[in-house]
């Protein structure tokens, strides 16, 4: 397994930065490493120092190949307060690298209000997709439903590219939960599922969050980088800890 990139002083320091990057020719994109592959694996690092004393820290995510191999590297780049205060629905920036800490893609929410309970808020979850250098390469807005979580993944010009929709009942305990992303003709492209770990300490304490994704092979390399974008949105929405006023 390969070193991490990245870490919690680089990810601080990271806040303000926008997404002008400079598009190296000879750093391999995330759509490449990403075209042959079926099925990837995303892992956030479990934070000891969270666990115990109750501390959100910026979140970290190791991608892997079937192999179990590690392709590319997610950290999160946020204020402190806005962490403790604002739990999951705090604003984030998310960026990947490659193991050599180049930078593939960048992921932002910004901060919006809204209702755990019932859907009914105005402010439904945003999040843009960026690859460097500055292009935007699709959007995923949250559509309001009444008990069935679901997404659309638009392209720049605002066409709808992809839906993800979710099932009935997010249980965090003994349950396997899935994504369906389908196309506009609602074929399904690829899964995004969250297994059940078992009765384990690190399921029991929580802390880290795994998702397998698999990809239909009609799919382009672009459009796979949509879908492991969109997973973190789903993530951060569905099974972080929120904030103690949510």
């Known amino acids: 397994m390969h070193g991490v990139p990245g870490g919690d002083n680089q990810s601080e320091s ?117 690859i460097p250098p500055k292009e935007t390469l699709a959007a995923m807005k949250e559509k309001w439903s009444c008990c069935i979580p679901e997404y659309e993944l638009t392209e720049p010009e605002g066409h709808t590219k992809f839906i993800v ?26 899964v995004i599922c969250k297994p059940w770990g078992g009765c384990s300490l690190k399921t029991f304490i929580g802390g880290s969050n795994n998702f397998n994704i698999k990809f239909s092979e009609s799919l382009t390399k672009e459009e796979k980088v949509m879908i492991l974008g969109s997973s973190f949105l789903l993530d951060f929405n569905y099974f972080e800890r929120h904030g103690k006023c949510f």
């Open 14 to 130: 990271d806040v303000g930065a926008d997404a002008t990057w400079v598009a190296n020719d000879h750093v391999t994109s995330l759509a490449t490493i990403l075209e042959p592959l079926s099925e990837i694996r995303v892992s956030q690092h479990l934070d000891v120092v969270e666990v115990c004393l109750c501390w959100e820290r910026s979140n970290r995510y190791s991608i892997y190949n079937q192999q179990d191999d590690q392709i590319v590297y997610t950290y999160e780049a946020t204020r402190c307060y806005a962490r403790q205060c604002y739990g999951s629905l705090r604003e984030f920036t998310l960026i990947t690298t490659d193991n050599d800490d180049n930078r593939l893609l960048y992921l932002q929410r910004p901060a919006r209000c809204s209702s755990r309970c019932f859907y009914t808020c105005c402010c439904l979850q945003e999040m843009n997709i960026i």
């Open 165 to 190: 929709k979710g099932e009935c009942g997010h249980f965090r305990m003994c349950n396997t939960i899935k994504f369906s992303v389908q196309n506009t003709e609602g074929t399904e492209v690829a």
